[in-house]
């Protein structure tokens, strides 16, 4: 593809891409830099007031030259206002030098009082890391120390000091979380604790720990989270009394102690709420390691065993599903999260259930009252939990004592393998992995993803039952899925990093993968074309692709997909033209979904189409451009259209994911195809480049779509109702902002041609009257104005699908008692709608429902609907917080409604507790069968955990759990087992 730089327009500063706003930082610096001034903050100045004149300026800068960023002591401009500082007292030290004695004071008093003044102050970083000693350093850090006084607001303080002491003791009194990396007295520490008794987290990195640190236990009711480094060659029996630390729940152990010396402390924790463990710096005996798996509420344990023979005579019952053994001690740093695990290797394995004879134990045993089958129901759920990891350093011989220790095992198999290391690995290696048959998870870097996509191929190639199977590759760039299914694969390509290289080239060998039928391209791929792809399936001796879905194709991509002869969807975006009428050349395409297209580019591909003897397409969906009139004339020529749909219905507020990171982006386009129609005929097509600012990745697609848009025409054609000619059409959607009489002329025509034949409607009409000519319709999706005429709803009586919105939040009771004739009636989405009383009582009277979507004026009301027998899928859409001592509603639904497959509660907060998940698991494993019942998928806002595992026996063959309070927390991975940062 050919790609140049965008022609000059009239472009706003703030959607300048980086590289003029660096040119612009560039010149400003050079400009500055001429000044005679010594001090450097006064010389800059004009740089310093520019960068902080915005926060998009003040990002780019410090990624631009985070060196002066420090030197000019940028961040100190945000003192006064910011929630969040982070001082390193090296950068301001290195300015003071340069100053004389009265400008330090007044540089110090200055810098001193908007922190003085934040009254935001939510979390604050203090580093100092020193080259050379100077006296009136620790003056100055306590001058600062004080300044945080009675700052209600502050969470968060984390102090790293080298080669000092900690002295001073702020009075702050709302910690929460405070880390430490610095010499200290157990007073210090002491009196931190006193005056913070809300502390929840607590980091010591530093082993030079002076006295008992169990002397904080009688200050610390609330804490959860404690790591500390142990003192060296100490007795480890003395951290003994941390063990009555009353909330405890995560206690990470740091540096060497004497052997055996932790075992008091593990006793004493047995009986406690600890659960999770980790001590990953030196070995752990036999008697700790039995005295460790002991403790009863223990979930996740992380350690070195000094004799690994000893995990097979671990008494590993209660809770204890994730343990993790290292082959070494490695280096662990927690306040930082900065693993050094270069050269590593981590192998997960998965686990059999026990007994396959009795798959339903928990229903079978809650049925029969028999104890024993309840023993082996309990058995279930520990073999199904993830059970084992393995890390140590990679190479081929411990690979093969993994494969080793799994094929020994009756209960183990290597399911996953993360290489933290940047190098490729030996080829031989290739078939070592390969050969491993239950590998479904590679994490790797992408210099070894061309060998992970080799050791891939190789793997299924020798596999024949995949169904239900999913296999990944991912690196720091991009994720690669493969979806199998009864004879069918699906291979998604799913790209979320930068990269300089064009990885593409790499993805060609997995055109040959037995079976594979969809192809679908997401995210932002920036680096290169997929024509090497693409080839892969043309240059293959049959075809077998049948669907392909990508966010873009250019010309030179589409010249190779439509050679794929085998395609019957396609569903793609195009910023060009050139070759959309050669999509016409494929034979078997029976679904067309384009996302956005160049205005008036469809009128000769439409016409090929219409041209041929032996139509085949069936369905057209054409989201982003408004069609021409010409355009409407060529598509009326379509017959065999049986599915139309123009725009997309607007997302709605309680389905939208949070904003998530920002990042500039880039748009390809096709200046050619942006110019008016009467623009000369002779400029060719050709790809330009243009950079957006500051989107956010929720809205990338949007903006896109938005700027290769937004020089179009906005006229509506008059001609509409040619539409109605369509003599195959049963399915209409218009979600375009069209005119509203041309649309309402297409309406009438078609009642009056064929309104026997339309059995799906999508329309914003407020016409109810004229809605009822279509008798035989079975789905209906519309906008509610007024309740006019609304009686004639009642004489659609075939209609299984109703989805309302309420733009104008009006009354619905009328509409919803007219429903209640409608018996055929199996799904009703009403949106933007937050019912009363009175209308749920109607909702009620059609217990034949099997869907529902509906907001909830007061959240009590929720247990009305718990009659509604019939009801698979329910979802709520207001907004609720759950009260102190709310009530478990879903496992009445789970009880009454013997049929409910889905709960989504997509604004319901401070409700999904671990707690009342486990409940509700532990309600669906003893009441349902999971060889009748498939999952019950639950939806919703997490409350008080992250992770799966954090769940009592997690098991997804009975409870499906669906984070939606983020946009990238839908994890396919549970971070226990995938926390690596690549």
């Known amino acids: 593809m050919k790609k140049v730089l965008g022609k000059r327009e009239n472009i706003k500063i703030l959607s300048l891409n980086s590289y003029c706003i660096n040119e612009i930082f560039r010149q400003i610096k050079m400009s500055c830099a001429s000044s005679l001034i010594l001090d450097d903050m006064l010389k800059y100045s004009d740089l310093i007031h520019f960068v902080i004149s915005c926060k998009l300026f003040t990002k780019a800068f410090k990624e631009w030259f985070p060196e002066l960023y420090n030197k000019l002591c940028i961040e100190n401009t945000f003192l006064n206002r910011s929630p969040y500082i982070q001082i390193d007292f090296s950068n301001v030290y290195a300015h003071m030098l340069r100053l004389s004695i009265n400008e330090k004071k007044l540089f110090w008093r200055n810098f001193l009082n908007p922190i003085r003044e934040n009254d935001k102050l939510e979390s604050v970083m203090l580093v100092y890391e020193p080259i050379s000693y100077y006296p ?138 600890v659960q999770r463990i980790s001590i990953p710096e030196t070995h752990v005996s036999d008697e700790e390691a039995i005295a460790l798996a002991s403790i009863t509420s223990l979930i996740s344990l992380k350690c070195c065993l000094r004799n690994d023979s000893i995990y097979a005579d671990l008494p590993l019952t209660g809770f204890l599903t994730d343990i993790c053994i290292l082959r070494h001690p490695n280096q662990y740093d927690p306040e ?57 350093a990679y190479n081929a011989r411990v690979l093969l004592d993994n494969m080793k220790l799994s094929s020994e095992s009756s209960m183990c198999f290597i399911e996953k393998i993360v290489l933290y290391q940047n190098d490729p690995i030996p080829n031989e290696d290739i078939p070592i992995i390969a050969s491993v048959p239950t590998l479904t998870t590679i994490r790797c870097s992408f210099a070894q993803i061309e060998q992970m996509i080799a050791v891939k191929t190789q793997q299924l190639a020798t596999i024949t039952e995949t169904e239900k199977r999913v296999d990944r590759i991912r690196t720091e760039h991009f994720e690669i899925r493969l979806v199998h299914s009864h004879e069918s694969v699906t291979l998604i390509l799913d790209f979320f990093g930068k990269c300089k290289e064009n990885y593409a080239r790499f993805l060609a060998p997995l055109a040959n993968l037995r079976n594979l039928n969809r192809l679908e391209i997401k995210g932002k791929f920036t680096s290169g074309s997929l024509v090497t792809l693409f080839k892969g399936f043309t240059t293959l001796a049959t075809h077998t692709l049948q669907e392909l879905k990508a966010v873009f194709l250019d010309p030179e991509e589409l010249e190779e ?22 999509i016409a050349q494929l034979n078997n395409l029976e679904e067309l979904n384009l996302t956005v297209h160049p205005q008036g580019s469809l009128e000769k591909l439409f016409k090929l189409l219409g041209s041929k003897k032996s139509q085949v397409l069936k369905s057209l969906i054409i989201e982003g451009t408004k069609l021409t009139s010409q355009e409407v004339v060529e598509l009326a020529g379509l017959e065999s259209v049986e599915n139309l749909q123009l725009g997309l219905p607007e997302v709605q507020n309680w389905k939208q994911s949070p904003e998530g990171t920002t990042d500039n982006l880039d748009v390809f ?27 956010s990745d929720k809205e990338a697609l949007t903006a896109k779509t938005h700027f290769i848009t937004k020089l179009y025409g906005n006229l ?231 992770r799966l595992s954090q769940l009592d026996k997690y098991n997804v063959e009975y409870l499906e759990l669906e984070r939606l309070d983020n946009s990238n927390q839908n994890e396919e991975f549970d971070e226990d087992t995938d926390d690596e940062v690549l």
């Open 136 to 273: 009136e350093h620790l003056e100055r850090f306590d001058d600062l120390i004080n300044c945080l006084r009675n700052k209600d607001q502050l969470r968060e303080l984390f102090v790293r000091l080298k080669g000092y002491s900690l002295e001073s003791v702020p009075q702050i009194s709302s910690l929460e979380t405070l880390i430490v990396d610095a010499r200290m007295g157990a007073n210090i520490l002491d009196q931190f604790c006193s005056l913070n008794p809300n502390l929840r987290k607590l980091i010591l990195v530093n082993n030079e720990f002076y006295g008992r640190l169990s002397d904080i236990v009688p200050h610390c009711n609330q804490l959860e989270y404690l790591s500390f480094a142990m003192k060296q060659g100490v007795d480890a029996a003395e951290y003994k009394a941390l063990a009555k630390l009353p909330r405890l729940n995560e206690l990470i152990l740091l540096g060497e102690h004497e052997e055996g010396s932790l075992v008091k402390l593990f006793h004493d924790l047995k009986e406690r709420k």
């Open 336 to 392: 930082m999260n900065n693993k050094k695990e270069i050269g590593r290797m981590k192998v997960t394995y998965g686990a059999r259930t026990i007994s396959n004879e009795i798959p339903d134990a928990h229903y079978q045993a809650m049925q029969t009252n028999n104890s024993k089958l309840m023993i082996k129901a309990f058995d279930q759920d520990f073999a199904h939990a993830f059970r084992f990891r393995y890390e140590g």
């Open 561 to 582: 997909v439509i050679k794929i002869g085998s395609l019957r969807i396609l569903k793609s975006g195009f910023f060009c033209s050139k070759n959309i009428d050669k």
């Open 669 to 695: 386009y096709c200046q050619k195809c942006r110019l008016p129609p009467d623009a000369s005929p002779y400029i060719e097509h050709q790809t330009y480049v243009h950079t957006l600012n500051s989107v």
């Open 716 to 946: 509506t054609p008059g001609n509409l109702q040619l539409l109605a000619n369509l003599s195959n059409l049963e399915k209409l959607s218009v979600y375009l902002d069209y005119n509203p009489q041309a649309v309402e002329n297409l309406l009438r025509t078609l009642a009056l041609l064929s309104p026997k034949k339309l059995r799906k409607l999508s329309f914003a009409t407020q016409n109810f009257k004229l809605l009822s000519f279509f008798e035989n319709l079975q789905s209906l999706e519309s906008v509610v104005y007024h309740t006019k005429d609304i009686e004639f709803t009642a004489h659609l009586r075939n209609l299984t699908d109703l989805q309302i919105y309420n733009p104008l939040d009006i009354p619905l009771w009328e509409l919803l008692k007219e429903l209640k004739v409608l018996l055929n009636l199996q799904c009703l989405l009403l949106d933007n709608a937050d019912l009363e009383f009175l209308d749920i009582v109607e909702v009620t009277k059609m217990n034949w429902l099997k869907r529902l979507r509906l907001g909830l004026a007061d959240k009590k009301f929720v247990f009305m609907l718990i009659p509604l027998k019939d009801l698979e899928v329910l979802e709520i859409t207001s907004t609720h917080y759950a009260a102190k001592d709310e009530g478990n509603f879903i496992v009445s639904f789970v009880l009454t409604c013997k049929n409910i497959r889905s709960i989504s509660l997509y604004r319901y907060y401070d409700y999904l507790k671990r707690d009342y998940v486990n409940g509700i698991l532990n309600t669906i494993k003893l009441f349902r069968d999971p060889s009748k019942h498939p999952p019950f998928k639950l939806r919703g806002v997490w409350c008080d955990f992250k």
